[in-house]
């Protein structure tokens, strides 16, 4: 346990940082964000399964939807939470493993402003997703690996830890909410509170892994930035 802490007190710091704001204002904009890797995770299911896109909204409520037509509902469904646990743990990985965060960083914004120009027609959408993406782009440009790493660090923890919060938020505690765990009730048979269970025992398996094998001895960015941001 020592061991893993002196290896990791910077991933440490910054998960209690990001528990400690979660319900403060300070953090909207990255919880939205990670509505919007949810509601991606959605579309990219559909599209592999030879589905269409017909819209794709996000709210100031940290709410979203995506509609579509065709595709397998079964793995669109199930591809929300799951999907987005696994691009969480991607960009944390990537983050820590490679040197290539700006490059990500500048992906994961222009994949923003393509999924608005293609899909999104609400304002707010609109206006946050062109915001977020625009940002992304301008740290990958302006800044420097250490910057960027931070960035997808936050971006990756948060979203992978937020899967399970979720998971019991809407599927356990609140069932009666027309979820994606819902819908999948209805539409495979089962119950809400069983499918949201199965979801959070894949979650909690996934982020061990991570934590077991995915992270390494050693993920502390060093404390000098000016020697790590070319």
Known sequence: MRAFVQGHWQLIILTVIVFALWRTPALIPLKILIVFLHEMSHAIAILLTGGDI??????QN???????????????????????????????IAAMRTNVDRLIMAGLGCAMLLITLLYIRTPFAV????AMGSSMLLLAWKFGHAVN???LRVI???SMFYVPYDIISDTIL???LRSDAH????????????????????SIAVIGLCLRYG?????????????STT
């Open 54 to 59: 017909l819209d794709f909204s996000i709210d």
């Open 62 to 92: 940290q709410g979203g939807a995506v509609w579509s037509r065709g595709g397998n509902r079964f793995m669109s469904l199930t591809a929300g939470y799951l999907g987005s646990l696994l691009i969480g743990i991607g960009l944390l």
């Open 127 to 130: 206006v946050f997703t062109v």
């Open 149 to 151: 790493d931070l960035a």
């Open 156 to 158: 990756g923890l948060s």
């Open 174 to 176: 609140r069932s009666q």
């Open 183 to 202: 819908m999948l009730a209805e539409e495979f048979g089962g119950t809400t509170m069983m499918w949201g269970v199965i979801w959070l025992v894949i």
């Open 215 to 227: 992270l390494g001895k050693h993920s502390n960015l060093p404390l000098r930035w000016s020697q």
